[in-house]
């Protein structure tokens, strides 16, 4: 599987919640955090259909973008990559540096007692 770029992970976080867009649509989503020239993302856009992680339709004077790799299965790749290189294989120490420097909401800690609490009745 490929490992996307920051700016390649950002359009495909665009793609997946809008399930299909243009070019244009894209560039004014990513536009909405930060300023990104239209020609930039077209360029990125079609780097990214030549290596396979979108996919794209002719829709009259338009392409139509999807993207053609599974959000869950990139964000596991990713994480898995960051595991192993940034801590050593430990989930303990992702698990301890992420609650140590962002403030998880009340949901979210539920969240993950339950989770814990999963995991322990299920080895």
């Given at each position: 599987?490929l490992?996307?770029t920051?700016?390649e992970l950002?359009?495909l976080?665009?793609?997946?919640?809008?399930?299909a867009a243009t070019?244009?649509?894209?560039?004014?989503?990513?536009n909405?955090?930060r300023?990104?020239?239209?020609?930039?993302?077209l360029?990125?856009?079609?780097?990214m259909?030549d290596k396979g992680?979108?996919?794209r339709t002719?829709?009259?004077?338009?392409?139509?973008y999807?993207?053609?790799?599974?959000?869950?299965?990139?964000?596991?790749?990713?994480?898995?990559?960051?595991?192993?290189?940034?801590?050593?294989g430990?989930?303990?120490?992702?698990?301890m540096?992420?609650l140590g420097?962002?403030?998880a909401?009340p949901e979210?800690?539920?969240?993950?007692?339950?989770l814990i609490?999963?995991?322990?009745?299920?080895?």
């Amino acid at each position: 599987m490929l490992k996307p770029t920051e700016s390649e992970l950002a359009i495909l976080q665009v793609l997946w919640a809008m399930q299909a867009a243009t070019v244009r649509q894209v560039n004014e989503a990513l536009n909405q955090k930060r300023e990104i020239g239209y020609t930039t993302t077209l360029k990125l856009m079609q780097i990214m259909y030549d290596k396979g992680l979108v996919s794209r339709t002719d829709e009259g004077r338009f392409h139509l973008y999807r993207a053609a790799v599974d959000e869950a299965s990139t964000q596991q790749q990713l994480l898995g990559i960051l595991v192993d290189t940034a801590f050593q294989g430990s989930a303990m120490k992702l698990v301890m540096q992420t609650l140590g420097n962002h403030q998880a909401t009340p949901e979210e800690l539920d969240a993950i007692k339950q989770l814990i609490a999963q995991m322990e009745q299920n080895p």
